[in-house]
Nanobody, 119 residues
Framework: QVHLLESGGGLVQGGGSLNLSCKASGRAITSHTLGWYRQPPGKQRELVASVINGANVKYADSAKGRFTISRDNDENTVVLQMDSLKPEDTAVYYC?????????????WGQGTQVTVSS
């Protein structure tokens, strides 16, 4: 079992920056892919960015060049630095942990944090 606790988020003007942090606790955290998803109003949840280790990072096209994901395996945290924010980035952002273990997909979610970008 993995527990994810998010912090950060809030209201920011377009062009501004926000930093989301997620603290993971539980077993074998370093064996999990950690990432951030978001769910805009009335839309499906979508991947923003994920990281297995420093060399394996994935970004959604909408996040490339503006967002940076990083993880600290000593602290079991994953951070999403979001710059040049746009109104279309408004969404509930969810921290995610994923692991394939003995053929079973294990997925965990945080409670979500609201990000609102004003125009």
């Amino acid at each position: 079992q993995v527990h994810l606790l998010e912090s950060g988020g809030g209201l920011v003007q377009g062009g501004g920056s926000l930093n989301l942090s997620c603290k993971a606790s539980g077993r074998a955290i370093t064996s999990h892919t950690l990432g951030w998803y978001r769910q805009p109003p009335g839309k499906q949840r979508e991947l923003v960015a994920s990281v297995i280790n420093g060399a394996n990072v994935k970004y959604a096209d909408s996040a490339k060049g503006r967002f940076t994901i990083s993880r600290d395996n000593d602290e079991n945290t994953v951070v999403l630095q979001m710059d040049s924010l746009k109104p279309e980035d408004t969404a509930v952002y969810y921290c995610n942990a994923f692991r394939l273990y003995q053929g079973q997909e294990l997925t965990y979610w945080g409670q979500g944090t609201q990000v609102t970008v004003s125009s």
